[in-house]
């Protein structure tokens, strides 16, 4: 039998309002669209101590598209929830190694791009 990983997930409503988080399979929130990567942020995810460049992307994306935003302050979580509902950018930044890398997926949900914030 496989295992089945739970974590945190926020319920949202229709004004972007999360209610209490709840123990069960986090949902895909939205659709990422096509994904696309900086040569900088491959470089950045290629890190010697840790998983597949691709594998370490694809879980960053995982908690993007899930609600699981890293490291940015409430506001802008707050931000990323009203623009799920109302079709906005939404931006999550995630620690790897020493640096940033930010996951952005475009207001009309046809990309999403891990960058570095420096080349934003």
């Not at 929130?29 to 900088?40: E, N, W």
């Not at 707050?78 to 930010?102: C, E, M, P, Q, T």
Request: proline share 6%; charged share 25%.
């Amino acid at each position: 039998m496989k295992p089945i990983h739970i974590e945190r997930t926020a319920q949202i409503d229709q004004h972007g309002n999360a209610a209490p988080d709840t123990d069960k399979p986090a949902a895909q929130l939205f659709h990422a669209g096509r994904i696309l990567a900086t040569p900088a942020a491959m470089e950045l995810l290629d890190q010697p101590d840790g998983p597949d460049m691709l594998i370490r992307a694809g879980m960053l994306l995982h908690r993007h598209t899930r609600g699981d935003f890293g490291d940015i302050c409430d506001e802008d979580k707050h931000s990323n929830l009203v623009a799920i509902v109302h079709g906005s950018r939404i931006l999550s930044s995630y620690k790897i190694a020493d640096s940033k890398l930010w996951v952005i997926t475009e207001a009309d949900r046809s990309v999403t791009t891990l960058l570095l914030p420096e080349e934003y």
